[in-house]
């Protein structure tokens, strides 16, 4: 049993079940046999009624007592013997061995033995009678430890375990429901804060739970809301420092442009350097202004694009890149009509940024293939409105693709693996977390994985509108 609620339930539910079964133990089966106890004895009016007929026997003779032995069922005279005063068992009985000595030690002193006949609760009693006679009765008043103790299981045992384990079991469980229900809400939180949903709060769900857990919930909301705090300053220092690099960038672009005005051929190679440079840096700044700087900045999703449109218009736009090259692209698209709802031009540059990588990183020779299916679904998204399904655009390259390890880290920001590092192959690691950004704020989702016998793939699913009216 691998989780804590398992544990907490069926270690509690045992422990009640052994606690109850012990107690049972005690009150019950230790005491069964004890010839003391009286009140474990079986027949009572069995026994009132041989006390009875001894009292008469006092009076009017063993004979008398004799009688009423006589006429009594089988099962009845095997559980009483008498012994007259001449020491013969007034039905001609052989005393069984184990009441010899509960026999012997009946007395005018001892008037009254208990004891165990084959392991059973016995009673003997002496009486004298007025000539001088006696009369010695070993009644044996119950059964063996080991039948009252089978009854007992075949009678009361079974319906007190049955009763037992349904209210333990309850009680354990909502004990630990109790108990783990926190850490649960707890893992929840943990793993949208790793997600990336920071304005997630844990205290309203873990309320009235003790104050050691009300305080680790404020330690991790505290937490959560400095990270929240830090990362957003730390988006919004980027992007003021990119806002203030685009005037010297300005600068400089304008300065190039007069410098290749003159005409300095000795100069040219320097500036097509130059030029390279402000270039790069433009390109930098345009992706980092792009980027979010919080969840808030969502806007609603007020256009609509058709994907297999898209997809073949970007491919066409791109042919000039993947010739040069040499690299092929091929697209698949679906027969029908994909509507997908959007923003502008977001979900138009998140594509053709994640094509332009598939191209850049294919060997020359290589080929990119792009293909697009349906997959049904009845989701509701967040908004309320029921879509028609999702659409899956794959993109495939021919290149090397990436360590397993780096699949997920390659959707984070600046983050290049070891074998992009340089500016002409790698970029600046901002090209997937904006199209990861961009198709969540879709309602969708992307991922990467090292397809077989090629190289990277890239799946977005997206939610398509329903046309049907």
């Known amino acids: 049993m691998s989780s804590l609620f ?4 069926f270690g509690a539910w045992l422990t009640a079940i052994i606690m109850v079964l012990a107690a049972v133990y005690i009150t019950h089966i230790r005491e069964f046999g004890d010839p003391a106890q009286r009140d474990r004895w079986e027949g009572p009016e069995l026994f009132r009624e041989i006390t009875h007929n ?3 026997a006092r009076r009017h003779g063993v004979e008398h007592f004799q009688h009423w032995l006589e006429q009594q069922p089988k099962d009845v005279q095997k559980r009483v013997y008498a012994i007259d005063g001449a020491g013969q068992e007034i039905l001609q009985r052989p005393i069984p061995k184990d009441m010899a000595p509960l026999f012997a030690g009946l007395n005018f002193r001892n008037r009254e033995a208990r004891g165990l006949v084959d392991r059973k609760p016995s009673v003997g009693f002496f009486v004298h009678q007025r000539g001088g006679e006696s009369l010695r009765v070993v009644f044996i008043a119950g059964k063996s430890k080991e039948e009252l103790l089978l009854r007992f299981i075949l009678r009361s045992f079974w319906p007190i375990l049955v009763l037992t384990t349904l209210a333990s079991g309850l009680a354990c469980y909502l004990l630990a429901r109790y108990l783990s229900k926190p850490l649960d809400n707890l893992r929840v939180a943990t ?11 844990v205290t309203p ?5 003790g104050r050691e857990l009300g305080e680790l919930a404020a330690d991790f909301d505290s937490m959560t809301a400095q990270l929240q705090e830090s990362m957003a300053e730390q988006r ?23 410098a290749r005005q003159k005409q300095v051929q000795e100069l040219d190679p320097e500036l097509d350097k130059i030029g390279k440079a402000a270039d790069y840096l433009e390109d930098i700044i345009a992706d980092i202004l792009s980027l979010p700087v919080s969840g808030d900045e969502e806007r609603p999703l007020d256009d609509v694009v058709e994907i297999n449109s898209l997809l073949q218009a970007l491919s066409d736009e791109l042919t000039d890149e993947a010739d040069r090259k040499q690299v092929a692209v091929s697209l698949r698209g679906e027969g029908s009509e994909l509507l997908v709802a959007t923003r502008g031009s977001s979900l138009t540059a998140a594509l053709e940024n994640i094509l332009r990588n598939a191209i850049k990183y294919s060997p020359e020779g290589g080929r990119v293939t792009i293909t697009v299916d349906t997959v049904a679904s009845t989701a509701v998204d967040p908004a309320g409105s029921t879509d028609a399904g999702h ?21 984070r920001p600046f983050y290049r693996t070891d074998e992009a590092r340089s500016r002409e192959s790698g970029g600046f690691g901002l090209g997937l977390a904006i199209a990861q950004r961009t198709v969540a704020q879709h309602r969708g989702q992307i ?14 699913t997206l939610p398509i509108l329903d046309t049907q009216f």
């Open 6 to 9: 398992g544990r907490v339930f």
């Open 54 to 56: 001894l009292r008469m």
């Open 191 to 201: 793993r949208r804060v790793a997600a990336g949903d920071l304005s997630y709060r």
């Open 205 to 209: 769900t873990l309320r009235g739970h």
């Open 236 to 258: 919004r220092l980027i992007k003021d420092v990119s806002h203030e690099l685009r005037s010297p960038l300005a600068r400089l672009q304008v300065a190039l442009g007069i």
């Open 391 to 411: 659409c899956q655009i794959l993109v495939t390259d021919s290149g090397r693709g990436v360590p397993e390890s780096e699949l997920e880290a390659i959707f």
């Open 447 to 460: 991922e990467a994985f090292n397809a077989p016998s090629a190289g990277l793939a890239v799946r977005i």
